[in-house]
Structures are given as structure tokens and as C-alpha cells.
């Protein structure tokens, strides 16, 4: 499964909506999807997995959604903290496979 | 405190050798399924290999298979990571990521525990 995120960058102030894209190429078992958010020079931070369950000591301004092949990260009102690399993730299927990332800038 | 620190890292020449290690601390290390993920300068995420917690089953991504290897012990609380032949596309952060499985016969295969990663650049 090849994962496409969009955009590949988002340029967005401090309060705003951002909604990021993952699209799969063929559908996601049983809607296995992850995201994690990377800051420069740190491992990954799981936010989300099985599409839209929030991991331990996520803020709820983080959702996601989705299913099939068509999945979205959104964070409602950005804090400045959020600005970072998005990547998704799907685990339905082998092998597992990483989204290109979206960049989430300060505008 | 749940820790990963990934050691091994380095130059390296086309073709050449290295290994990685991943020392564990914080959790029963011989419980869990292990990862190897990586990430070359300013890309996205690869998915390299995966061992179960006694090492029985084990994965790898196609770009390294047949010239990396993945083992662990237990004992020692340490996932390591040979990689043999090395190419230029194989320079990346590697990072180690636990899995949060307790079955030994099946991964979850999301990460919530990662180490900071090991930088390998391959270059003559």
C-alpha cells in the first residue's frame, strides 16, 4: 500500500483548523491507520491509531477519521507547539507503510 | 521510565557493514515485539524490520532483505540491527520502536515507545 498525504505543506496561523490528507492506495484493513507528529531532531509522537482513537495524553483538539482509503487528521484550533511534520501510517496491511509527511507551518 | 537508546551509528563506505544497537530499559523488554524504523534526511518514514519478543518470527521491509539482519537478547535487554552491504540509500536516522503487543504471535504495529534515533550515513 502506498500512502499519499496532502498537502505537502500548510501554512496556517495559531488558532486556525488544519486538516491534513491521507489517501491509500488500495484500501486499509480494517482501518489500521496511525498518525504521529515529528518536531525537528525528536523520534515521532503517536497521536492517533485505529483511525481515530486518541493515544494516552493526546489533547482532544486532535481528531482523526476516515476509512477505506481516505483518512484526515484534524486539529481544530492550532497551539504553537502544533506546528510540526504529520505522518501517517497504515498497519492493516504488509508490509507497513509510512505517508510522505505534511508540513504544518506558522503562516 | 520506558526508555530506547539506539548506539551504532556512524560513516560507513558503500558496501561496508554496521550494527546498531537498541538498549531497553523501564518495561519487560522480552514481553514485547520490536521495530526498526528510519528516516533519511528530510524525507518521510520507512519501516525496516520487526522481531517478535523470542525472536521466532521476524520481517523485513524488501529494500533490506537479504542484507540486513535483526536479533535480540533478552537477557541483555537489546534489539540490534546488522546491516551488510551497505548503499547510499540506506543512510538515515534509525530509530528503534516498541510495539504494544504482549502476544508473541501477533504485532499491533503502532508505536508509541521510540528511541531518539542512530544517524548512518554511507558515503566513500
Known amino acids: 500500500i502506498v500512502l499519499t498525504q496532502s498537502p505537502g505543506t500548510l501554512s496556517l496561523s495559531p488558532g486556525e483548523r488544519a486538516t491534513l490528507s491521507c489517501r491509500a492506495s488500495q484500501s486499509v484493513r480494517s482501518n489500521y491507520l496511525a498518525w504521529y507528529q515529528q518536531t525537528p531532531g525528536q523520534a515521532p509522537r503517536l497521536l492517533i491509531y485505529g483511525a481515530s482513537n486518541r493515544a494516552t495524553g493526546i489533547p482532544d483538539r486532535f481528531s482523526g477519521s476516515g476509512s477505506g482509503t481516505d483518512f484526515t487528521l484534524t486539529i481544530s484550533r492550532l497551539e504553537p507547539e502544533d506546528f510540526a511534520i504529520y505522518h501517517c501510517q497504515q498497519y492493516g496491511n504488509s508490509p507497513l507503510a509510512f505517508g510522505g509527511g505534511t508540513r504544518v507551518e506558522i503562516k | 521510565e520506558v526508555q530506547l537508546v539506539e548506539s551504532g551509528g556512524g560513516l560507513v563506505q558503500p558496501g561496508g557493514s554496521l550494527r546498531l544497537s537498541c538498549a531497553a530499559s523501564g518495561f519487560t523488554f522480552s514481553s514485547y515485539w520490536m521495530h526498526w524504523v528510519r528516516q533519511a534526511p528530510g524525507k518521510g518514514l520507512v519501516w525496516v524490520s520487526r522481531?517478535?519478543?523470542?525472536?521466532?518470527?521476524?520481517d523485513y521491509a524488501d529494500s533490506v532483505k537479504g542484507r540486513f539482519t535483526v536479533s535480540r537478547d533478552n537477557a541483555k535487554n537489546t534489539l540490534y540491527l546488522q546491516m551488510n552491504s551497505l548503499r547510499a540509500e540506506d543512510a538515515a536516522v534509525y530509530y528503534c520502536?516498541?510495539?504494544?503487543?504482549?502476544?508473541?504471535?501477533?504485532?499491533?504495529?503502532?508505536?508509541?515507545?521510540w528511541g531518539q534515533g542512530t544517524p548512518v550515513t554511507v558515503s566513500s
Open positions: 520502536a516498541r510495539d504494544e503487543s504482549l502476544e508473541q504471535q501477533v504485532a499491533y504495529n503502532w508505536f508509541v515507545r
Open positions: 522481531m517478535n519478543s523470542d525472536g521466532s518470527r521476524i
